[in-house]
């Protein structure tokens, strides 16, 4: 049974950092892709960033390119999401996600889902 942990969200101002972390279980995660998505109020969850267990073929969101950063650390089974320069658009809860296979971007090909960490960027 997978399980994805997710923790290190809060309130930060604009221009402020957080950094997300997502603890898997359940299972050998080598042959894995992890991604974090967010979903805002109102709005479709919409992908951020994605990164294969082997660390290569990471993606961005235009959204978040420059700014945010998704890394890994296979011996804790953990994955991260440093949010820099962070805007109030940035505002959502932020989900971590896990599929066998390749990084897709397609929440629907994400078979496992955390249970979300609220950010909130105030202006």
């Known amino acids: 049974q997978v399980q994805l942990v997710e923790s290190g969200g809060g309130l930060v101002q604009a221009g402020g950092s957080l950094r997300l972390s997502c603890a898997a279980s359940?299972?050998?995660?080598?042959?894995?892709?992890m991604a974090w998505f967010r979903q805002a109020p109102g709005k479709e969850r919409e992908v951020v960033a994605a990164?294969?267990?082997?660390?290569?073929?990471?993606y961005y969101a235009d959204s978040v390119k420059g700014r945010f950063t998704i890394s890994r650390d296979a011996a804790k089974n953990t994955v991260y999401l440093q949010m820099n320069s962070l805007k109030p658009e940035d505002t959502a809860v932020y989900y971590c996600?896990?599929?066998?296979?390749?990084?897709?971007?397609?929440?629907?090909?994400?078979?496992?889902w955390g249970q979300g960490t609220q950010v909130t960027v105030s202006s």
């Open positions: 990164i294969s267990w082997s660390g290569g073929g990471a």
């Open positions: 996600a896990a599929r066998y296979g390749s990084v897709v971007i397609r929440r629907y090909e994400y078979s496992y």
């Open positions: 359940g299972r050998t995660f080598s042959s894995y892709a």
